[in-house]
């Protein structure tokens, strides 16, 4: 193990990778989901390790083959990677261990293989955005997960998902490209690409027009990337008819990766160097937030279908982020970072709750999970509790965030009452839909008595309460995200006068 | 002259709005596809030209030749970007494959008709 300590972050992104190779190659049943599982295991113990490295000693940094930083290629995990590591590798783990029966139910068995080679592909890359430290690598980690992710979401038997991925895969692509191209223009004006070199290359040319020009560029490209309002289009079809697993890892995390870029260099690179950055960020994504976070609820407590209905509470949720970024201080900054983990959650557990109805369910659709608690009570009880986060109760992890959020937004002066005003209205929405299906599932008569042929693995639920429980803990000792959140903050904004 | 001199970013914003619009605007999923892939061979474009060093020869190190090289670095950069590019395709290619396959049509409209009913 010590021998290995000072290789973690780079051995973050390879076991997966790695392993990925290896479960093409394992046909007999069972066989692929567990090397997966397994590696996903490794990676959320590598994530933890790193994790504790970072609490106690500060950032580590990894050099590729030796080469010093700015020529060879860097890995850096701080704070703020550390608390992605911990959402991203938690998240395949979790949804792993939950998923056998549903995976084994929803992809044939001779293409699970090949699934979970993707899964652990869109693994890898996801952790490879979020240790690499220079930007051409965290672009060729984006296309690697996006193209895996969107072998994921096709996986599945419904064939709706075949046109969602295929938007996904227009607009991902084009967002990928974007930030290519600013990251061109970047390189064209500095000469660099390590983040760390270029923050320091980029004052002498901060006034210049391709340095703004790059600004644009990156920040629209992840925007849509992030699935930020009004580029969220492609977020709810992919959501809603990927396979149940597939939802849960990719609503985890997957678009907040892409957020964690948006601040990396919204933050770490420009703020501080571009004249006005602070200003002109608040001002365009601040009323997007808003938006994002007023529509997305709106739009939810409408929805018939269940997946759907949380893929728009998501966009919701993304705009919750973005406000507290948007606001570019310290506390706002902290708000939106340890939303990313508290919606993580909160949401993965709303999926796992909903994927273990689907298990049973005619379908997703509100009417077809007519009086379903009275026959799972105890999935209920994990998607209540959940759910109760999501709305933000006290006690819970989502208010945890809300509370942090409603605080920075009040540092603003009388302005920041709007700010508190519309956060509210958004919780009430988010208590109308999530009740809409409680009443649904709880009050509601069964729409056919369909005997159930599967009863659902004890696991899935047990799962399911595990990661409910955890939005209590962690709403009652929140220190480990809030500790990486404000020191996450505290790096970003260190500029800030 | 200014403006022409600097053609070929006229070349890389030209070609990347070409591929834009045909992204947008074509129904045919496979021909949305072609345009995805121009734009993306517009950045390529980008990428190369920013390299160029006037007079500058390919960049290999001798003792004889003029000393003056091209920036590899960008060239080497493409050459990921492009695998990523045609990897891309393929995936998008197989999921066009996929769509006939279940709905019969590649074409954007008719399948949300078909979806609709």
Redesign the interface.
């Given at each position: 193990m010590n021998a290995l300590a000072p290789h973690l972050p780079a051995l973050q992104v390879v076991v997966p990778m790695l392993v990925s190779a290896v479960v093409i190659l394992l046909r007999p049943r069972g066989l692929a989901w567990m090397a997966c599982t397994a590696a996903s295991a490794m990676a959320f113990a590598i994530a933890i390790q790193l994790t504790h490295t970072v609490l106690a000693s500060g950032p580590v940094t990894y050099l590729m083959g030796s080469w010093p930083a700015p020529y060879g290629i860097e890995l850096r995990v701080d704070a703020l990677s550390a608390l992605m590591l911990l959402v991203v590798n938690g998240a395949s783990v979790v949804t792993l261990i939950a998923g056998r029966q549903s995976l084994d139910l929803q992809i044939e068995e001779n293409r699970q293989p090949y699934f979970f080679a993707a899964w652990l592909l869109a693994l890898a890359g996801l952790a490879g955005i979020v240790v690499a430290a220079d930007a051409f690598n965290i672009f060729v980690f984006m296309e690697i997960s996006s193209l895996a992710s969107y072998v994921l979401v096709a996986g599945g038997p419904d064939r709706r998902a075949l046109p969602a991925v295929f938007k996904y895969l227009l607009m991902g692509t084009i967002g990928a490209t974007f930030y290519l191209i600013g990251v061109g223009l970047i390189y064209m004006m500095t000469g660099t690409l390590n983040l760390a070199d270029m923050e320091v290359l980029i004052q002498a040319v901060g006034d210049q027009r391709p340095i703004l020009a790059a600004a644009g560029f990156i920040t629209v490209g992840l925007a849509l990337k992030a699935a930020i309002f009004p580029l969220h289009v492609w977020l709810p079809n992919a959501y809603t008819y990927a396979p149940h697993m597939v939802t849960v890892f990719l609503a985890a995390c997957a678009t907040k990766v892409s957020l964690y870029v948006l601040l990396r260099f919204d933050f770490f690179v420009f703020q501080g160097n571009l004249e006005g950055h602070a200003i002109q960020f608040a001002a365009y994504l601040m009323p997007l937030a808003l938006l994002g976070i007023l529509i997305g609820s709106a739009v939810a407590m409408f929805e018939k279908n269940v997946k759907r209905l949380l893929a728009f509470s998501s966009v919701a949720q993304i705009g919750y982020m973005m406000l507290g970024a948007s606001l570019v201080t310290i506390a706002g900054l902290t708000a939106g970072i340890v939303h990313i983990f508290n919606h993580a959650l909160a949401k993965g557990a709303l999926f796992l709750a909903v994927a273990s109805f689907a298990t049973v369910a005619a379908s997703l659709r509100l009417e077809d999970l007519g009086g379903i608690a009275r026959r799972m009570p105890w999935t209920f009880g994990a998607f209540v509790i959940a759910g109760l986060s999501l709305i933000g109760i006290p006690g819970t992890a989502g208010f945890i965030s809300k509370w942090y959020l409603i605080t920075a937004a009040m540092q603003l002066g009388p302005g920041g009452l709007v700010l508190v005003a519309i956060i509210l209205i958004s919780s009430l929405m988010a208590v109308v839909y999530i009740w809409r299906i409680v009443e649904v599932m709880w009050f509601g008569e069964p729409a056919n008595e369909a005997t159930a042929p599967v009863t659902v693995s004890p696991l899935l639920v047990g799962v399911a309460w595990t990661v409910a429980l955890a939005n209590i803990y962690f709403g009652l000792s929140p220190d480990l995200p809030m500790t990486l959140a404000s020191e996450a903050a505290a790096e970003l904004l260190r500029h800030l006068p | 002259m200014e403006l022409l001199g600097l053609y070929h970013y006229w070349v890389f914003a030209i070609l990347l709005m070409i591929g834009?619009y045909a992204?947008i605007a074509k129904l045919n999923?496979v021909k949305?596809l072609i345009g995805?892939s121009l734009?993306?061979s517009a950045?390529f474009l980008?990428?190369i030209t920013?390299g160029k060093v006037e007079l500058g020869t390919a960049p290999i190190f001798s003792d004889s030749g003029s000393g003056i090289f091209s920036n590899p670095l960008?060239q080497v950069?493409i050459l990921?970007?492009i695998v990523?590019g045609i990897?891309?395709t393929a995936?998008?290619l197989g999921?066009?494959v996929?769509?006939k396959e279940?709905?019969g049509s590649i074409e954007?409209d008719e399948?949300?008709e078909i979806?609709r009913r």
């Open positions: - | 834009f992204v999923l949305k995805l734009f993306q950045v980008l990428y920013m960008p950069l990921t970007a990523v990897s891309t995936l998008g999921i066009v996929r769509i279940e709905y954007e399948i949300q979806d």
